[in-house]
């Protein structure tokens, strides 16, 4: 193989491609077209074996010509052969997406300190220059804010919308002005500030400082179709059919997905006695839940919650997790809508298991646990 002359290795390809334009014209091409294209590769075959260069290189010419008279390749041949490449390439992506694995954005701060959701944080002081800012927002997920009032006004509404699924930006509507603003509703109005009712001054920073996205994570869609979910996992999962959480997402927005850590199984009975949690009696030994108990780095343990709740809000009260179904709670128990406000997750809702934070680049990235 090593020591095969090119001009036979050109003549196989040749030879190849001859026979792969048959294939993908058989249906249309008459016979005696077929039949002569066919003829023609034969003789290159028949040239490249005997190793005469100048038999293979009339041979490549007869074939050319012939190929060429009758399957001529199509108008604007390349760019079709890239469209192909990334349609194939989009359905591929469509595929892993809806079967195996799909990317997620941590947007609240219900499982810190483990995963980070959205945090704003106000400074007195001007961005950095551009490139600190490219930096940061590659490697930190971090973007600063600057918006200064054009004129005096007063905030009226606060639009939030969301581009390609996962970055969320803000219109502060004033009765004269409106601005945009890149982060999510719940950061400008509580970390900056920014509520209807409030008078602005022309000049004024209306925000000034950064926000860090949440964290982006990759959930394994097959996972529980060959194993249970476990306790302790931080699973995904959606929200259809859940009244407690539905009846204050808008009907435009549809289902939408949460991301908790699974407490309690079927047939698990729970009860909290602030900062611990106890199933069946016993506190978990599973290395998250302990993880929450430890009251270290963070971790302020699991709360009995003071209002809203339908479930442990008292140190004496149990709940026991129904037939097929999953009890979900926030790291971040003091600050979680979780399974205490709205009930158990039902199993068909579970979407996979989040095994992965992939950006941005903080002490988040890599395995969850």
Do not use: C
Not at 193 to 198: A, F, I, W
Not at 208 to 214: F, I, K, P, S, Y
Not at 236 to 257: C, F, M, N, Y
Request: hydrophobic share 40%; charged share 20%; net charge positive.
């Amino acid at each position: 193989m090593f020591f095969t002359p090119r001009y036979v290795k050109e003549a196989r390809q040749y030879v190849e491609a001859a026979r792969r334009v048959l294939r993908y014209r058989l249906d249309l091409l008459p016979r005696e077209q077929i039949v002569e294209i066919e003829e023609r590769a034969n003789d290159l075959e028949r040239a490249a074996r005997g190793r005469n260069r100048e038999a293979v290189k009339a041979g490549i010419a007869k074939l050319e010509r012939t190929v060429g008279r009758y399957a001529p390749p199509p108008s604007h041949a390349g760019w079709r052969e890239n469209i192909e490449v990334i349609l194939v390439a989009v359905v591929i992506a469509a595929g892993v997406r809806a079967y195996l694995i799909e990317p997620f954005k941590i947007p609240t701060g219900s499982m810190q300190p483990t995963l980070n959701g959205v945090i704003g944080t106000p400074t007195d002081t001007p961005p950095p220059n551009f490139l600190v800012r490219a930096f940061d927002f590659v490697v930190k997920g971090r973007t600063y804010l600057d918006v200064t009032a054009t004129q005096d006004d007063v905030v009226v509404n606060l639009q939030e919308f969301t581009k390609l699924n996962y970055f969320t930006y803000t219109v502060v509507e004033g009765q004269q002005s409106r601005y945009t603003i890149f982060a999510p509703a719940a950061v400008v109005a509580g970390t900056f500030g920014l509520v209807p009712g409030r008078e602005i001054l022309a000049g004024q920073p209306l925000v000034r400082g950064h926000v860090d996205n949440g964290d982006f994570v990759l959930v394994n869609k097959m996972a529980y179709n060959f194993v249970l979910p476990a306790r302790g996992d931080v699973f995904v999962w959606r929200t259809t059919g859940i009244q407690a959480i539905e009846k204050d997402i808008p009907p435009d927005l549809g289902s939408q997905h949460y991301i908790k850590r699974l407490v309690g199984l079927p047939g698990d009975t729970l009860q909290i006695d602030q900062p611990y949690l106890t199933i069946n009696g016993q506190r978990p030994t599973e290395p998250g839940i302990a993880r929450v108990m430890s009251l270290k780095n963070g971790y302020r343990g699991y709360s009995n919650p003071p209002y809203a709740a339908l479930y442990l809000t008292a140190p004496g009260e149990t709940f026991t997790v129904p037939p097929r179904h999953y009890f979900a709670m926030g790291d971040n128990s003091f600050n979680s809508s979780d399974s205490r406000f709205f009930g158990a997750v039902p199993e068909k809702n579970v979407t996979g298991k989040a095994f992965v934070a992939f950006w941005p680049f903080t002490d988040h990235w890599g395995f969850i646990n």
